[in-house]
């Protein structure tokens, strides 16, 4: 039954991009529409959830205007994080990623369209997003960001320690960090071989924001530890209720 479950959420998700690619390639075609397409990867996103049976929960302790700016940043133990983010943050964002996914048909073109690519071997390449997010922030739009570089923790829900670029581009243009807790999602659907999905209503944890008015590059570390420190916190605290 699971093996079979996989395949539908499978083919539920290609299927339906497929469907509404059309209409997001015209909203891509001018920046002044952008916000529309994104709009459409809101809507993919609820329908995939929907679709596959799987209830969304979010805790919004913290509800973003939604007209703010500001860097979003969330723990990543499963691919299933940017669906589940594209549906809990209704905020017009950048999402910061790599760059290997410019390589898959139709969902590439999407990326590089929208969102900001990263080579994370390529030490340019990285100073290259940091450029462009900030530049992102200075227009008037948010950045979501996974900061501990990718799905790295070996033993979820441990995470590795966070990169800085996410809490240098916030310092830099004075925009508040929100944490973003996503506590099960590494159950749905494992980082692991052979692929499976499991059912299991997703939840997550909006966060009060961080101001950062007032910081400089020398309180990088100290925001950095205390982002890490609030979504740690909630995972440990999921961790002891369904243990």
């Known amino acids: 039954m699971r093996l079979l479950y996989t395949i539908w959420c499978a083919t539920y998700f290609v299927v339906l991009y497929l469907f509404l690619f059309p209409i997001q390639f015209v909203f891509l075609q001018r920046d002044a529409w952008k916000p529309l397409a994104h709009k459409i990867n809101y809507i993919w996103g ?25 860097v979003f940043c969330a723990n990543h133990f499963s691919y ?11 905020n017009f964002y950048a999402f910061v990623g790599k760059s290997d ?57 441990q995470m590795v320690p966070f990169k800085d670029g996410a809490f240098t581009m916030a310092i830099q243009q004075q925009v508040p960090i929100v944490p973003v807790t996503l506590l099960n999602n590494y159950r749905i659907l494992p980082d692991k071989s052979p692929v499976r999905f499991h059912w299991h209503p997703l939840r997550a944890v909006i966060h009060p924001p961080i101001d950062t008015a007032g910081m400089t590059q020398d309180d990088v570390s100290r925001l950095k530890e205390e982002t890490y420190r609030i979504i740690d916190s909630e995972l440990r605290s999921a961790k002891k209720v369904t243990a």
């Open 80 to 90: 299933l994080d940017i669906a589940a983010m594209g549906v809990i943050v209704k």
């Open 46 to 70: 609820t329908l995939f959830f929907i679709g596959i049976g799987v209830p969304v929960r979010v805790d919004y302790r913290f509800t973003p205007e939604p007209k703010g700016v500001y």
């Open 101 to 157: 996914v410019k390589t898959i048909p139709l969902l590439g073109y999407m990326f590089a369209k929208l969102h900001v690519q990263v080579d994370r071997d390529q030490p340019n390449s990285r100073a290259y997003s940091l450029a462009k997010s900030i530049r992102t922030l200075a227009s008037g739009r948010s950045i979501m960001i996974f900061p501990e570089g990718g799905i790295r923790a070996p033993e979820p829900p």
